[in-house]
C-alpha cells in the first residue's frame, strides 16, 4: 500500500521568512496529493491540493511542487506569519475521494 | 455550508466499555470517512461510505469497531469493549464524487480516552 513520508518533523523560522516542507510517496497510483494544515484541537482544514497532470500550483503565499517521476512533493510557504504556525501534513490518494495517506506531519513555529 | 459535524468532541470511558461518535457530513456530500489520529501522529485511514454502502474498510478496523450510515447521510462509529490502545482523536470527513474533483472536508473529531 502507499507510503507518504515527510520532513522535517519540526520547523522553525523568524517570521517573514519561508517554510519547506518535503514529501515522498510510493505508490505511482497516487495522483492526487493534499496538504492539510491543523491547529491544536481542530481537524485537519485542506490548505492547497495537487493533481499529477501538473508540476506546480501557487496559492497566494503557498505553493506546491510536484516530480511524479521522482514520487517527490513539496510545500512551500513565503513571508510566514505567526498565524502559519500549525502541523501540517501531506498526504496522497489516487483520487480526492479515495482514502488519503497522510504523511506523519510537520510542526511549524513561527517565531515574531 | 456548516461544515462536518462531530459529537461528542470529548469521551472519557473505562475500559471495557461501549462507545458511539456520530458524524454529520456536509449536506450533498455523497462519501463519508473515518480516520484515527493518535498523538503526534498523522491521521489513519479506517473507513469509507458512498451513500449508505460501506466500500473499504482498514485492516485497523477490527471486529470491536463497527461503522454504519443507514440512510446516506449521517454516520455512527462505534468501538465496543474499549481498550487503551483505542485512545485516540476519530476524524470524520465527507467529499462529493459527483461535482469534479472536491476534496475531503474534516470535522474537529471526537477525542477519546480510556482510563
Redo the contacts between chains.
Sequence with gaps: GEN?EQHPSTLSVQEGDSAVIKCTYSDSASN?F?W?KQEL??????II?I?SNVGEKKDQRIAVTLNKTAKHFSLHITETQPEDSAVY?C?AAE???D???????TSLSVIP | DTG?SQDPRHKITKRGQNVTFRCDPISEHN?L?W?RQTL??????LT?FQNEAQL?K?RLLSDRFSAERPKGSFSTLEIQRTEQGDSAMY?C?S???DAG?????????TRLSIL
Design positions: 507518504v492526487y493534499p492539510y484541537g481542530k481537524g485537519p482544514q485542506l491540493d493533481r501534513f498526504a483520487t480526492s475521494y482514502k488519503v495517506i497522510f504523511g506523519p506531519g | 462536518v462519501r470517512y480516520y503526534g501522529q498523522g491521521p489513519e485511514f469509507y473499504e482498514s476524524l470527513a467529499s462529493r464524487t474533483n472536491q476534496p475531503q472536508h474534516f470535522g474537529d473529531g
